[in-house]
């Protein structure tokens, strides 16, 4: 084997400014490969010397494993992936950071995507975490990923896959899920309680979350023996502030009664709380409002009365859940939890004008 030699050579034998390999580490320790192997990976037993070689010569090279050339051979990667709808929904972005906290604390990177409703993203996504070879993936449960061939590619890859919110657990796989249903109930029960009985809801096409969200809300309504007005419920595409505007646009625009807005998530609650602004409505003088996800709820103004979400249990408990099937703790049969969801009542509900009339 040739030895680096003159001004581009380093005392221990390796080329100034190359990446050190596993054959640097095993010269400068007086080993062989195989035994820097085991060392770094605890694949079997290397007496007390030899591993402190070992170790003060990976300090001393700086050496890292190369993750990708790991991959290769069937080893981990130590790297998860974190798939979300959006980013820019806080919602996702602190379930991801929550995910992110519980990996790091196992020795984990975590890659995260936004696939942002986006069939095609999604598909690339598969390609590029395979391609990868992450140890496993968590993945929220909305409707281009579960209406894809992402799980099943991954889990036919071996991947490990757990999914986290949404109302609807996969067989396959294990699930930490919010009870949107209940949550829809609970917004409505809420809302009837005040006196409302015209309530809107305002959600996403293709969206489990608005089918179950609505159907709750429903639910509450039929109980207390109103008749669900078809055309209190609007549907647009997207999930963003301008999505949330552009259904009020809608509702406003079918020209019916209502006393109160139930909004699929915080974020469309905002944009639908400036579009009732532009039509000269007040919330919640003229106008009942709630959203889902107690997110930015508190920094909107009047603060939002809102349905808060576990996000960080979600991320934290999937992603352990995640660790204990990539590392073999856990091989039992998939099972799924329901994390509770809870009623923040706050500035922007309140009694509608009719009732409050003497």
Known sequence: MHTPVGPDAKRDGSAVGARPTIRDVARLARVSTSTVSAVLNGTKFVRAALR???????????????????????????????????????????????????AHEAGYSVLVGAVQGDPDRVAAYVDRLLAIGVDGALVSLEWNILHSELIPRLLAHSVPVVGVGGGVAIPEIDCLLHDDQAAGEIAGRYLLGLGHRQIAFLGNVESRATELRYTGLSTALRAAGIDIDPALKVEVPGYQEDDGMRALGVLMARNVSFTAVVAVNDIFALGTLNALETQGLTVPAHVSLVGFGDTISSYTRPKLTTLAYPKRDLGIQGARRLLARVVGDYEGPTAAWRLPVSLVVRESTRVPWEVRQP
Request: hydrophobic share 45%; net charge positive.
């Open 52 to 102: 402190d070689r070992v170790e003060e010569a990976v300090a001393s090279l700086g050496y890292r494993p190369n993750l990708i050339a790991r991959a290769l051979h069937g080893k981990r990667t130590r790297t998860l992936a974190c798939l979300v709808p959006s980013l820019t929904n806080p919602f996702f972005s602190q379930m991801a950071a929550a995910v992110d906290e519980a």
